[in-house]
């Protein structure tokens, strides 16, 4: 009888176990499948000025953020002025107004600070669903050859810089100087 | 007195409620954009790949019946593609490069998804054996005794005599 109810503890434990590691996961983090790969083309007009035509070259060249924002998302608000930050520390920080409508995107950049090098807008969600985009704000980390080495969905936070992005970038930068100094 | 409802009024209203019913429920059979197909395959092809396809923002929902802006964005794709001459795998597949297998309503059984799959098979083995094992216990175990009358009385003397404890 002893052996068989110790048994019976494991599996009930073992499965509470299980059960306990769900209720932490986070069941909006989904591994992005476009980690390791080259960032998805895309054509649209800069937010800027309509005339102006941008492409993932323009994301391309260093190690460099790509941030997904929109006026309408309240987080993105949040958000920014980690990016000031990170912008200010010399992270070229590229983006995609996404589903938002060019005038009030301008505004709210005039009011405010601009942390972005170059604003790709998106009003349809077109290369919103080329880059896997769902959940605004989301950020991703490209390598100098403009392939994604990180994908982060919803806001940075100061933990997460610290832990994971600025180390990446570290690393990623260091790769392309040594890169460089052998060509 | 009673009040009367003149007949014409009730024969408006009923005819009212008649004409409602209907359009409530053709309006929830499917949200969003009125879609156009000239080809019958294409509208069959759009009707399953909207519901296969899982909306990554609402998770519990397919693209078909969510209204997030994302899963309208994701029709509108499914809809594009579809026209232009793309096959159902080729719609899927181009989902899932992009938002992962988790954009798949049903799972496909490949190496991650064994476990997933198998799990109720494994559950059912588990109970089968368990449940094997508890009969083949009781089967060996002695059947109860029989007592006869005069073993019953000698019994009942011997735990008299131990102080009333209970045989063991």
Request: with cysteine; net charge positive.
């Amino acid at each position: 009888m002893k052996p068989r109810l110790i048994l019976l503890l494991l599996g009930v434990s073992a499965l509470l176990g299980l059960l306990f590691m769900g209720l932490g996961l986070n069941s909006r983090d989904l591994p992005s499948p476009l980690v390791g790969k080259p960032a998805p083309p895309f054509m649209l007009e800069a937010l800027e000025n309509a005339e102006v035509i941008l492409t993932e070259r323009d994301f391309i060249g260093e190690v460099a953020l790509v941030n997904v924002w929109a006026t309408w998302c309240g987080t993105c608000r949040s958000e920014k002025p980690l990016l000031m930050e990170l912008a200010r520390g010399g992270i070229p920080i590229h983006a995609f107004n996404y589903r938002d409508e060019r005038d009030s995107a301008l505004r709210y950049l005039n009011v405010s600070d601009n942390p972005y090098r170059t604003i790709a807008y998106d009003p349809k969600g077109d290369a919103g669903i080329d880059w896997g985009v769902y959940a605004t704000p989301e950020t991703y980390v490209l390598d100098a050859e403009g392939v994604i080495r990180y994908k982060r969905i919803g806001p940075l936070t100061r933990q997460l810089l610290l832990d994971e992005v600025l180390p990446l970038i570290e690393t990623l930068r260091a790769g392309e100087a040594r890169r460089m100094a052998q060509s | 007195m009673k009040p009367r409802i003149p007949l014409i009024r009730r024969a408006l209203s009923l005819w009212l409620l008649a004409a409602w019913l209907p359009a409530g429920s053709v309006m929830g059979l499917a949200i969003g954009e009125p879609l156009t197909f000239t080809r019958e395959a294409h509208q069959r092809q759009y009707d399953i790949l909207v519901r296969e396809l899982r909306c990554t923002v609402c998770q519990s929902e397919a693209i078909h019946e969510s209204n997030a802006e994302l899963a309208a964005d994701m029709r509108r794709r499914v809809y594009e593609m579809t026209l232009a001459g793309h096959d159902a795998g080729a719609i899927i597949e181009f989902m899932v490069q992009r938002y992962g297998d988790y954009v798949r309503y049903r799972p496909p059984l490949q190496a991650n998804t064994w476990l997933l799959w198998a799990s109720p098979f494994l559950l059912a083995l588990f109970g089968a054996l368990a449940w094997w094992r508890s009969v083949a216990v009781r089967r060996r175990m002695p059947p109860a005794p029989v007592f006869t009358g005069q073993e019953r009385a000698l019994l009942e003397r011997l735990r008299r005599e131990s102080g009333g404890g209970r045989l063991p």
